[in-house]
């Protein structure tokens, strides 16, 4: 058995221009200093990370972790969350999902997809340089709009959405696989792959690809009413990176899992900092540890309340207070009488060894 690592955390909503959030190094020392053990990057922000670099360089990548070192930090994965949603775009949400690309290549989507199918493609190969062997990503979208059959969806629309998401993806799954590296897409309202079904369409669609995996985060399983214990007993097989992220969904008489076009603090599903909230953390990490999952335990932080430096510092001891060390033995081995086959025959009325 495996003991998950951490306390790790994802820099995407920490990285600022203000010190100590404005380099590798200094948010490194700020993470150490809350506890934290590992960084995820969002390999976006060259102000942590420049993904070409990393792609093309060994040297690069080798310099980087021994930034990390010097604080006993680690990097447990990239993450390609921007460019990912950028291989899948519905021409509805064209104009916002603009900003997530390099300026370049705004305001032309096949130019655009193109770009974001690149950046995943050197993510595969930063990922191997530093010696990495999971990646975060997102599906991105074709049939999220039709999410709700009102008028009914037109007959193979939603088929045909997933056979060209597999279409676009299919190729970066091989240059993952080459590099050694899982991909594992956050099952994520507003993305094609939004639960377990969703993932299963896909996956088939990819043949059941070996690097087709997920990135299990519970906050986006409350949202929706989903049993997300019971989706680590379905897909723990798939599930290879774990974001710790809380949320609550309080029902009430005037509003639901959709929210009623509220801000994120007035609606019914709300994301809340590590243990404000209503996930089973206990629960989830006693399954992780029962299958065997030896990842990162990696905080995300989002909360519609409480300020991100708080949520991290408090995230640090409750991801560590929340590790299994997993047991070495059976807490009942003292009691091994360590009996033979032959003796095992007797026991059951058998008589002497059966040829």
Known sequence: MKTIKG??????????DEA???????IAEWAAGLGFTGVQLPSWDDRLINLAQAAESKVYCDDLRATLDTHGIA????????????????????SMFDGFAAPEV????????????????????????LGLTEHATFSGALAWPYLYPWPQRPAGLVEAAFDELANRWRPIL???????VDLCYEIHPGEDLHDGISFEMFLERVDDHPRCNMLFDPSHYVL?????????????????????????LNPTGRQGV?????????????????????????????????YDFGGWAVLEWECCLKHPEDGAREGAKFIADHIIRVTERAFDDFADADIDAEANRALLGLGGSHE
């Open 7 to 16: 306390p790790a955390i994802f820099l995407a909503q920490f990285a600022g």
């Open 20 to 26: 100590p959030f404005n380099n590798l190094d200094s």
């Open 75 to 94: 990097v447990t994965e990239l993450s390609t969350h921007l460019q990912g949603q950028l291989v899948a775009v519905h021409p509805a949400y064209d």
């Open 106 to 129: 705004r305001g032309n989507p096949d130019a655009r997809q193109r770009w974001a199918v690149e950046q995943l493609l050197l993510a595969a190969k930063a990922s191997a340089n």
């Open 174 to 180: 091989d240059a993952f696989d080459e590099a050694g």
């Open 224 to 248: 929706q009413a989903l049993d997300y214990l019971q989706h680590i007993d379905i897909y723990h097989e798939r599930i290879k990176m774990f974001h710790v992220k809380d949320a609550e």
């Open 258 to 290: 959709y929210g009623g076009y509220q801000s994120w603090v007035d609606r019914a599903g709300r994301f809340r900092s590590l243990g404000d909230g209503q996930v089973d953390f206990r629960g989830i990490f006693s399954k992780l540890a029962q």
